[in-house]
């Protein structure tokens, strides 16, 4: 996100490097914008499937032949909203 620093600031509601560090440093969780910049990094695409919603992707500046799957869950377990990893069974 410091590198693409210009495309997520304006999504960030406090002090960018605040926010940064937030993130970087404690149990924070993260959401959409944080996805984006993962994707970017890994330059993978980003399934996020969900029960109740439609599935996102996000995707890389370029297209990528590597796809993740992760889902998306508003209140389960007492955690709140948070994100799950997926991997084929088998």
Request: proline share 6%; hydrophobic share 40%; no cysteine.
């Amino acid at each position: 996100m410091r590198k693409y620093r210009a495309d997520f600031e304006p999504f960030v509601d406090a002090d960018y490097e605040a926010y940064l560090s937030k993130i970087e440093s404690t149990a924070e969780w993260g959401g959409d914008i944080e996805l984006q910049a993962m994707s970017r990094a890994l330059g993978a695409n980003i399934h996020v499937h969900s029960a109740a919603l439609a599935e996102q992707i996000f995707s890389p500046a370029a297209p990528s032949p590597l796809h993740f799957n992760v889902s998306f869950h508003r209140h389960d377990f007492g955690l709140g909203e948070h994100y799950n990893s997926l991997r084929p069974s088998g």
